[in-house]
């Protein structure tokens, strides 16, 4: 049997403070007025430390900077921050996030980048019943197997972009493809959506190299590669990760020789240091530097002008975060314990996110456009859309 957790002291106090004015007033609260009275504890789970560290504070930066836009408040509830640094490190996962559930009580659950962690923190999610809103993590399972009607997510599956890009990669002409990436869920399933696209479109993956998470010796893979010689290569890297890949497939020659793809990670939020050995990538993502709609330009120079950065997918991640979180408070005015309430008001919403409208699958994931971008200079510059309104499948989610 699970025990409740013992109510937080500081919590108390701050309830019967407000009972004292509200009686004081001469009326006695219902308990929904004393909740939503009360602060919203937001409790952020996100890495910032390790190859993961900058996705983490832009998703962070997106996230406060859609609250300031309401004026700090959610449902006219203000917000407390709690934060974990989880280190993308999932042995550590749990134990992370029972520190915001358990210790800090929190009543929305943000998190986080690495799909090994967002999986225990599905988990958690799931078995206390708190509300979670993953803000990167694409492992198919937070939406898939373990779907949930407290659990969103505001990003994408690793399928998607790699999905889209197996098309692009087909109908380019490419017949044999060796994909490389890290081994573990977001990796994997990355190749794997590409290889369903690439195959189905007639090419066949000849190879797929990987190395352990968060590795970055690429040499011994980079020489496998230019022996077995493909028509291309195929690739999941994100962060500080991205940034050595990139610059070693260049130093390597294999830029001039075979034509480099990624899910857009391998590009985002990186190209500054990438230099002149991103210039020209082909990526897949949900989000492109230059969309040119009025949505993505106010929001570009909110960011800039807030952050003194330009934004990346990570920040518009957060920031749909919160409007995800927002749309379910308004709807159950604030009152979190009405689950099947937010639920179906976020079901029914569209999002007006920076990447364009989206709306969430019944598996709660983003049913979104996918671009095609390329590196020209610092940006990832839209080239096209290369799948509309791509639906994750949800294996197995039962909702
Ligand atoms: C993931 O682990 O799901 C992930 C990490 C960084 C970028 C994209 C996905």
């Known amino acids: 049997?699970?025990?409740?957790?013992?109510?937080?002291p500081r919590h108390l106090l701050a309830r019967i403070s407000l009972m004292s004015l509200l009686l004081a007033a001469g009326a006695a609260p219902t308990a929904v007025q004393a909740q939503t009275a009360t602060k919203l504890k937001v409790g952020l789970m996100l890495p910032y430390t390790g190859t993961f560290a900058a996705l983490g504070t832009a998703i962070e930066n997106g996230f406060r900077l859609q609250l300031a836009e309401t004026g700090g408040k959610i449902a006219g509830r203000e917000v407390e921050f709690f934060k974990v640094d989880d280190e993308s490190d999932p042995s550590k996962a749990t134990d992370n996030v029972n520190k915001l559930v358990k210790r800090d009580q929190v009543d929305v659950l943000v998190g986080t980048v690495h799909s090994g962690?967002?999986?225990?923190?599905?988990?958690?999610a799931k078995d206390s019943g708190t509300l979670l809103i993953v803000p990167n993590a694409g492992a198919d399972a937070v939406t898939g197997a373990m779907c949930a009607p407290n659990i969103f997510r505001s990003s994408f599956s690793n399928w998607q972009p790699g999905y889209a890009m197996g098309e692009v990669v087909?109908?380019?002409?490419?017949k044999?493809?060796?994909?490389?990436?890290?081994?573990?869920?977001a990796g994997d399933e990355s190749v794997k959506g590409f290889k369903e696209a690439f195959e189905k479109g007639g090419g066949q993956v000849v190879k797929e190299l990987s190395l352990p998470f968060p590795g970055v010796e690429f040499q011994a893979l980079l020489t496998e590669i230019a022996a077995a010689k493909p028509d291309a290569v195929y690739t999941f890297f994100a962060g500080g990760g991205a940034v050595k890949f990139v610059k070693d497939y260049a130093a390597a020659g294999l830029k001039k020789s075979i034509p480099l793809y990624g899910a857009g990670f391998l590009t985002d939020g990186t190209l500054e240091a990438q230099g002149d050995a991103a210039d020209g990538l082909f990526t897949t993502l949900h989000y492109a530097d230059s969309l040119g709609t009025p949505r993505d330009a106010a929001f570009r120079l909110a960011y800039a002008k807030t952050y003194k950065l330009q934004p990346d997918v990570y920040a518009v991640q957060g920031y749909d975060a919160a409007q995800i979180l927002a749309i379910g408070l308004n709807a159950v005015k604030g009152d979190v314990s009405k689950k099947a309430e937010f639920a179906a008001a976020v079901e029914k919403s569209k999002i007006d996110s920076p990447r364009g409208l989206f709306s969430l699958s019944k598996a709660h994931n983003p049913v979104q456009d996918i671009y095609l971008r390329?590196?020209?200079?610092?940006e990832n510059k839209l080239v096209g859309v290369a799948s509309k309104a791509l639906t994750d499948p949800a294996r197995n989610c039962k909702m």
Request: aromatic fraction near 6%; charged fraction near 20%.
């Open 176 to 185: 044999k493809v060796v994909t490389i990436t890290w081994k573990y869920a």
């Open 374 to 378: 390329q590196v020209v200079g610092k």
């Open 117 to 124: 962690v967002a999986m225990a923190m599905a988990k958690v």
């Open 170 to 174: 087909a109908k380019k002409g490419a």
């Open 1 to 8: 049997m699970t025990r409740a957790p013992a109510p937080n």
